[in-house]
Each structure stands twice: as C-alpha cells, then as structure tokens.
C-alpha cells in the first residue's frame, strides 16, 4: 500500500486545532484500517477507537511544552516493536512550535533515521515558531478551514469550480482533466501546490488510493520544477 516516495513525516497546519485533530484522526484510520476498502464511517475495531490502539502514539495537547521524555517514550516504544516488520507505526504530535532544545534534539535525531514503516504527523497552529531544523526534515502542508471555504465559494471562487469539475471527470471522462490541468496551470495565480492541497483533503474522504497518489505528486512539486510533468503525471496515476 504505502511504498516509495510516500513522505512519511509530515507537518500539517491550518488555523486552528479542531481541523488538524479531525484531519489526522481521518489520516490514522486511514493508516491502520485492516479493511480493503478504506470508508470515513468505518466501525471496525481499530477506526472506532483509533487514538487508543497500539502502534499509534499521541504526544502534546497544543498548548504544554513536549518533555524530552516524551520522544524517548516514543522511541523506545518504536524501537521494540520494529521487529514486526510490516506493521504501521505512527507517532502524532500536536502543538510541534512547543518544543524545547533538549526534546527537540531528539526528535531531530529520530526524524533523521525514521525506524522502518514509521509514519510521523506533526500538527501545528503556528507553523513560523516551528524549530527549521524540523520543518527541513518534513513535508509541509496547509489544511483549509472548510467554513472560511464554503464563503470562497459563494464568492464563484474559479478553482473551486475547476475542482469540481476534475472530480466530475475523473468520475466519468478522466482523459478530459488532461486539458483540464493545462489550462488551470496557464492561470494566472494559480498555484499548483494549492490545487494539490485542496485534493488532499477531498481524497482523505472519498479514494485513500487517490490521497497517496496526490501526496507523492506534492513530493514531488518540491523537488521537480517541471509543474506540467508532475500534474500529468499525477493525473496519470489517479484512479
Ligand atoms: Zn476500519
């Protein structure tokens, strides 16, 4: 499911704590449900009591300082279950602008040599306080409060409405968003990395597959200056 250029440590921000919780509690259960088919309202075992399970570690409330203790904890605990080599493990953080330098130092350390399948989800309100050291070693992205959204489209926002339009092709004439994505990248202001984002939080919901994919397309976006390359390749890839 998860290989190769999948970035698995990853800082989202957005302007307040109730979207990071929702959207990390969504990305966890789509990480650890056992099932084929991922589904939002999943009541399995693991999804329903997703911040409790094993394997999962949650460290920080957004507003206390993070313990050096505390990423020992998760270091410690990662370490000793490292031999199941195919499990998920995954450690969240909330709040990572609350670190000190001793903690700090060593999340630095475990950030640099990740044990096998760990995933890290950093949240932050306050992505300008986060340490650059951390933010370096991570992908970076921005979640959309979806209430200020709803007025960017009663204001006929135009990428709304080309984003629509995609997931309308995708659904029934996918060859179309070919020139679809042309003509929203000779936009003007567009910025791909916003339109990628905005998938992001649309696949979270409804194609897990399609979220992977437009993660790895924003990996990409940082490294590879060919913007239309990318798009289509991305496009390529969407199921
Ligand atoms: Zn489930």
Request: overall charge positive; some cysteine.
């Amino acid at each position: 499911m998860i290989n190769g250029d999948f970035p698995n440590q990853i800082i989202f921000y957005a302007q307040n704590n109730q979207i990071l919780e929702d959207f990390s509690n969504l990305l966890a259960k789509q990480l650890f449900c056992p099932k084929e088919q991922k589904d939002i309202n999943c009541d399995c075992a693991t999804c329903t009591r997703i911040e409790h399970i094993h394997d999962y570690i949650n460290v920080g409330n957004f507003k206390d300082q993070i313990k050096k203790e505390e990423i020992k904890n998760i270091i410690k605990l990662f370490s000793r279950s490292a031999l199941e080599k195919s499990a998920i493990k995954l450690y969240r953080i909330k709040g990572i602008e609350n670190f000190n330098s001793f903690s700090a130092n060593s999340l630095l350390k475990f950030l640099e040599e990740p044990p096998n399948n760990t995933f890290a989800i950093l949240l932050t309100t306050n992505l300008e306080k986060v340490l650059p050291t951390i933010k370096s070693r991570c992908q970076i992205f921005f979640l959309e409060d979806k209430n200020n959204k709803k007025d960017v489209k009663d204001s006929n926002n135009i990428i709304d409405k080309l984003q629509q339009q995609f997931l309308k092709n995708l659904a029934t004439n996918k060859d179309n968003n070919f020139i679809l994505i042309r003509s929203i990248i000779a936009m003007k202001d567009f910025d791909s990395k916003d339109f990628l984002n905005k998938m992001l939080e649309t696949f979270i919901e409804s194609n897990f597959n399609n979220y992977e994919i437009t993660l790895k397309a924003l990996a990409e976006l940082k490294r590879n200056q060919n913007v239309n390359l990318v798009m289509q390749k991305w496009i390529l890839e969407l199921t």
